[in-house]
């Protein structure tokens, strides 16, 4: 399985991003998905997760509210959408698989390479 991640980049603060995550298999649709990021000298940490078929959210608290996450099945792809971009959202952005639904890093089995999201004051 493949994943890539792209539409990172710099932005201003208060600004918008949207994220997209392609994933070469064709059962995506069969995986839950998640979006990680990594920030210079911290853990890697989830920012959202969503079920198999989209019924299913989960939102870290620090981006309620301001993003969301989304797939298309049809086109095997998973987004995310970043309103309200703030300078501490800045960071690597991963864009993961896994069997079941979760929030764990640990819990995901296939990992992109990762886009990097850069918010200026």
């Known amino acids: 399985v493949q994943l890539a991640e792209s539409g990172g980049g710099l932005v201003q603060a208060g600004g918008s991003l949207r994220l997209s995550c392609a994933v070469s298999?064709?059962?995506?649709?069969?995986?839950?998905m998640g979006w990680f990021r990594q920030a210079p000298g911290k853990e890697r940490e989830i920012v959202a997760a969503i079920s198999w078929n989209g019924d299913d959210t989960y939102y870290a608290n620090s981006v309620k509210g301001r993003f969301t996450i989304s797939r298309d099945n049809a086109k095997d792809t998973l987004y995310l959408q970043m309103n309200g971009l703030r300078v501490d959202d800045t960071a690597v952005y991963y864009c993961?698989?896994?069997?079941?639904?979760?929030?764990?890093?640990?819990?995901?089995?296939?990992w992109g390479q990762g886009t990097q999201v850069t918010v200026s004051s």
């Open positions: 993961a698989s896994t069997r079941a639904m979760d929030v764990r890093t640990q819990g995901y089995e296939f």
């Open positions: 298999r064709r059962t995506f649709s069969y995986f839950s």
